[in-house]
């Protein structure tokens, strides 16, 4: 099985400083990784995805996250963040079965504050 | 891409009722997936709704309280059975595209009182 743990709760950051949201794995196969994005009540969206390739991968709004298979992290990170950016954001991981994608894990969420 | 339309979007419902939550995707898709987020949590998976046959369950929950209903692979539904205040959530029905994208309902913010 696998597993999902976001290390923080919460982060609260000053507008346009940058900002790390840390996620750590745990799981026997190989795995897709994602982060998501959920603003107050709407729904989730994609922010990046890992499949394979290039262990950095950039997003949308300016995000960008690191896949590390030694320390099966995929932290997620953004420069200089902006009040908009104030959300939940959730970490998962998709276990990989005939080449596709199959249900996701989510860990437990960061609530992303940004202050003026 | 992936378009759902996930309904109800919220209801507020008596405890012992039932309530059935519909997701219809704009493409054919051979699982559909859905999950629950309890307020202030994250989001679990109940069960993979697979065509042609029975859902595939998560532990701690059956089919006897969330039955799922996949007639086609463009449609499935979730009825939350003889609901109490700990059913409060809101329900979301998931499916991948063939780039390995989730896409998600809307949601159902379900309120048992």
Partial sequence: AQSVTQLDSQVPVFEEAPVELRCNYSSSVSVYLFWYVQYPNQGLQLLLKYLSGSTLVKGINGFEAEFNKSQTSFHLRKPSVHISDTAEYFCAVSLISSGSARQLTFGSGTQLTVLP | ?113
């Fill in chain 2, 1 to 113: 891409s992936a378009v759902i339309s996930q309904k109800p979007s919220r209801d507020i419902c008596q405890r012992g009722t039932s309530l059935t939550i519909q997701c219809q995707v704009d493409s054919q898709v051979t699982m559909m997936f859905w999950y629950r987020q309890q307020p202030g949590q994250s989001l679990t998976l109940i069960a993979t709704a697979n065509q042609g046959s029975e859902a595939t369950y998560e532990s701690g929950f059956v089919i006897d309280k969330f039955p799922i209903s996949r007639p086609n692979l463009t449609f499935s539904t979730l009825t939350v059975s003889n609901m109490s205040p700990e059913d409060s959530s809101i329900y979301l029905c998931s499916v991948f595209d063939g780039a390995a994208r989730a896409f998600f309902g809307q949601g159902t913010r379900l309120t048992v009182v």
